[in-house]
């Protein structure tokens, strides 16, 4: 353990799932050919005008109602004037010292986190350096596709409230379930949806701020708090060695498990800012920021308390079913069709999550619905299916979207559960195993599972366990 403190401050930058892009017409669609959703707005040729995306402005202030935030009722759009390849016009459009949220917090577990800003801007295009490492030094030219130059970003800025790798894991897994819940952005930090950058310093226990280091290309949760860790560390080791620690941007390299120095930071980098003059003002009125307010969803941590109240789950349940896309409606359904709310869960956060880990699916992705996860259950409760051919079923629906009964009657899966069937198979078991039967009436009650098991042989699997567990007792007591 370091004897010093550890701050953390993170900038997320969140895609918008709008239809078109922030200033212009072209498709907002991840995976289109290269160059293709480009028009002379986003690529910033002469004499092309922007227009302000309604969707988006409206995204951005349910985010930042979510968030606890003021929502201004006047903003402006600033030109951040920088050169580089993946920038069309040589300045991204911003905010810079009007954003349209400002002064908002998130709860999260390890301490509330505030939040200074969250702001719109535009994407940039993206570079793919072609050589060893994928890296821009490394490479012998580079590739840009320009889709994504002009796509809505929000960019949340929080305060420098994090204490450690954990505690900011947590603050970006809760802000990630929260912009999943208001269905602004898919938030998938693979494809680039949400993206994290962190800053990260030390110092001694509440003594002055040390000196900063940012951290980027963490995409992944467990990325981040890996090179929050890593950092935390190599900084501790300079500080208690009598060294001090350079402000500069690094790289998280998920291969070695290590931070590498990018660039130097000494200097605030002077982007120049002045107000877009292509664009007006954005000034939203009151009734509209009303209306968002009053039509925003349940938001995770009220969900999570009606879940443990309403549902008596435990809190790893809860916390799988609203971090997993999909799976929390999937058992909500099922529950309004009266199956039992911790058997249906036990169920999603099991054997269906799974499968979706191993299918690389999210649940609306499968074949599975909230009718089936229902009448599944209802088989294996009315008898019809055991738990282990339940599970067997349970693939091929996600497989086929077939319902549960039609897969039970098409490959003949239902539980024998009829007693004189099964009584006429123990007999004969008991009859053919003399031996086991003496061993187990002088004491060796284990043996009942050889006789249970030798009945699910005979019945290919689909003997009913609890009946059969009951006439075994029952014959071999005789």
């Known amino acids: 353990m370091s004897r010093f403190e550890t701050v953390i401050g993170i900038e997320v930058h969140v895609e918008l799932s709008t239809n078109t892009k922030m200033f212009c017409g072209c498709s907002n669609r991840f995976g289109a050919p290269p160059n293709t959703n480009t028009c002379p707005v986003c690529l910033g040729l002469p004499g092309s005008l922007p227009v302000v995306n309604e969707q988006a402005v409206r995204d951005a202030m349910k985010i930042g109602i979510a968030l606890n935030c003021e929502v201004a009722r006047s903003c402006l759009f600033h030109r951040k004037n920088y050169f580089y390849p993946d920038m069309p016009k040589d300045f991204q459009i911003s905010q810079y010292d009007e954003p349209i949220c400002f002064g908002g917090y998130l709860d999260v577990e390890g301490g509330r986190v505030g939040i200074t ?20 030094h490394d490479a012998t030219h580079s590739l840009i596709d320009y889709n994504r130059a002009g796509v809505p970003l929000i960019e949340i800025v929080s305060e420098p409230d994090i204490t450690g790798p954990a505690h900011a894991r947590a603050y970006a897994t809760e802000l990630r379930n929260v912009l999943r819940s208001l269905s602004v952005s898919d938030v998938k930090m693979e494809e680039g949806s949400m993206r994290c950058d962190a800053n990260i310093s030390l110092r001694e226990p509440g003594g002055e701020f040390g000196t900063k280091v940012e951290i980027k290309n963490m995409n992944s949760l467990r990325s981040l708090q890996k090179a929050l860790e890593y950092e935390e560390a190599r900084q501790a ?31 605030a980098f002077d982007y120049r800012y002045f107000p877009e003059p292509d664009l007006v003002p954005q000034a939203p009125p009151l009734s509209l920021i009303e209306e968002i307010r009053s039509s925003m969803p349940e938001l995770p941590a009220s969900r999570r308390a009606r879940l443990a109240e309403d549902w008596a789950l435990t809190d790893q349940q809860i916390f799988t079913l609203t971090s997993v896309d999909g799976l929390l409606d999937l058992v909500s359904d099922a529950v309004e069709r009266g199956t039992d ?39 294996v409760a009315n008898g019809t299916l055991s ?64 006789f249970v098991g030798q009945a699910m042989k005979a019945t290919r699997g689909k003997g009913n366990p609890q009946a059969l567990n009951e006439l075994f007792r029952s014959k071999l007591s005789e």
Not at 356 to 373: E, F, P
Not at 416 to 435: F, M, Q, T, Y
């Open 341 to 379: 709310p911790v058997t249906a869960t036990n169920w999603a956060t099991g054997d269906v999550l799974a499968k979706l880990k191993t299918d690389g699916v999210d649940a609306d992705q499968s074949g599975l619905n909230g009718h089936k996860l229902a009448d599944l259950c209802e088989l």
């Open 117 to 136: 800003r969250a702001h719109m801007e535009e994407d940039t295009g993206k570079s793919t350096h072609i050589g060893e490492g994928g890296r821009i």
């Open 237 to 267: 080791e300079l500080l208690e060695s009598g060294k001090s620690v350079t402000q500069e941007t690094r790289h998280w390299n998920e291969a070695d498990g290590e931070t590498h120095s990018m660039r130097s930071k000494e200097e």
């Open 387 to 450: 738990t282990k051919l339940a599970k067997q079923v349970l693939i091929t629906v996600m497989e086929t979207g077939k319902g549960p009964g039609e897969v039970v009657e098409e490959e003949g899966l239902a539980q024998v559960s009829d007693e004189s069937e099964l009584a006429a198979i123990a007999e004969k078991i008991v009859n053919d195993n003399p031996g086991e039967a003496e061993r187990y009436r002088a004491g060796e009650e284990k043996l009942l599972g050889f």
